[in-house]
């Protein structure tokens, strides 16, 4: 079965530090990838997604980037760290473009101080 | 843009009281519909409705699309305190595979 990794749960940060949150799925070859974000108050919202190695699409102008080294690892980073970087970050997959509650992440709690 | 609105934003009922979430959406080429419930950490996959007018039920929770309208309902009959959460609607659309539309949620607070 198919499992998806996220780490760190919870990271504080302060302002214009780097960061680097990182995505692994098991069980599964050539996912789509996603990363989402929840800010307070508001819904899940698209930051970039991943059709394979290396392919990235941006959905939000952001100073946030993503990458795709590995086939089941997704890699969301930023040189400076802002406020409103502050959020729930979730990580998700699919195949077959199935969604259920497998397809996302534990999430990690990102509070930027 | 596609786009996925929710009502009420927030509500607070009594246990043992029926609820009725809304959700409406404006995308193209729509594919499918799912109903997410959240606690505090990765969301919750409830139901995936695809077809118009076919209720999806499970337990006390159910849920029912109008493609006509371009909107679901979510029910909650009997509510108890544990069901207190954010409930997300989202959507997707076919044709590509840029994930899932989510609306900002309503916040359901189930007082004992």
């Known amino acids: 079965s198919q499992t998806i990794h996220q780490w760190p749960a919870t990271l504080v940060q302060p302002v214009g530090s780097p960061l680097s949150l990182e995505c692994t799925v098991e069980g599964t070859s050539n996912p789509n990838l996603y990363w989402y974000r929840q800010a307070a108050g508001r819904g899940l919202q698209l930051l970039f997604y991943?059709?394979?190695?290396?392919?990235i699409s941006s959905e939000v102008p952001q100073n946030l980037s993503a990458s795709r080294p590995q086939d089941r690892q997704f890699i969301l980073s930023s040189k400076k760290l802002l406020l409103s970087d502050s959020g729930f970050y979730l990580c998700a997959w699919s195949v077959s473009r199935v969604w259920a509650e497998s397809n996302f992440g534990p999430g990690t709690r990102l509070t930027v101080t | 843009e596609d786009k996925v609105v929710q009502s009420p934003l927030s509500l607070v009922v009594h246990e043992g009281d029926t609820v009725t979430l809304n959700c409406s959406y404006e995308?193209?080429?729509?594919?499918?519909l799912l109903w997410y419930k959240q606690e505090k950490k990765a969301p919750t996959f409830l139901f995936m409705l695809?077809?118009?007018?076919i209720e999806k039920k499970s337990g006390r929770l159910s849920s029912i699309l109008d493609k006509k309208e371009l909107s679901s309902i979510l029910n909650i009959t009997a509510t108890q305190t544990g069901d207190s959460a954010i409930y997300l609607c989202a959507v997707e659309a076919s044709g590509g595979a840029d994930g899932l539309t989510f609306g900002k949620g309503t916040h359901l607070i189930i007082q004992p």
């Open positions: 995308v193209t080429n729509f594919r499918s």
């Open positions: 991943s059709v394979g190695i290396g392919q």
């Open positions: 695809t077809s118009s007018g």
